[in-house]
């Protein structure tokens, strides 16, 4: 078969694998379970194992290997992640081959993705917005995501949007993240929600809304609180930065014009003198960060302008698991 880059998209719960030619086809993908709760050691050992199935799998040496991982990540070193619980890991210590490797933050290498051959095609500057569990965003600047000076660019989550607001897990009041991310939707559902009721036991996002959308006034009202937040939020956003576009992703953005409608009209709301920048829904789905670091893995390799002529429609053919 043509030559080919090991990608893969490590997350707290899963990892995502995937061989990609140069010509942006993905001839395999496949998952692993990320067992973090048996310590880095075990999560570094899985990564090396699932790269080197991926490359038998592909019939020869790929010519790079690309990682997204969560954390603080350098293109060389993945510093930290609380998540995963390693520090300081080498690129070379999770590549079992002598091939060139290179490392991205996960949400970036998503943004990345979407800036070469996703919903950021022909944008130059934007912000990639995935909601799911967590917020965090990649500010896409120049067609590439931007870190920050130490690498903690983009946790937008963590915006004070209510400081008087409810507390955040990670110590601070009145979190985005504590408002608009998935799993606080169905949170604040759940508690609020009569004691009766099945859905004070367990609710997804999903779930509250499609009570939304029925007018169930207890899911409008948390509804809207989380629009709300990420308006003020996307408000600051817009006004430092000047966006052409906000990418919304992840799996609250699923809900479609029930997010985007209300929340378009909050943020334009919120600014008085400027036209609120459009919104737009992602469009490589939960593929981003895996297709991202087959974008790292060629540049690893030597090929810069990897994605550049890939075509969405094959990215997304059927073989995508
Ligand atoms: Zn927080």
Redesign the pocket.
Known sequence: MSSFVVALDVGGTSMKGGLVTRSGEIVRTDRRATPRDRGPAAVIATIRSFIDDLATAGGGTPEGVGLAVPGLVTAETALYSANIGWRDVPATDLVPLDVPVMLGHDVRTGGLAESVLGAGRELSDFLFLPIGTGIAGATILHGEPYGGSAGWGGEI??I?VFPDGEP?????IG????YSSASAVARRYSTRAPASSPDAVSVTAERVAALTASGDPLAVEIWGDAVEALSLALATYTLLLDPSAIVLGGGLAEAGALLSDPLAERLQKHLAFRQAPPLRQAALGMSAGMLGAALLGWRAAGFADAGTTWSLDVLKSPRVA
């Open positions: 989550g963590h004070p955040c897990a990670c110590g601070q979190c985005l993240e504590t």
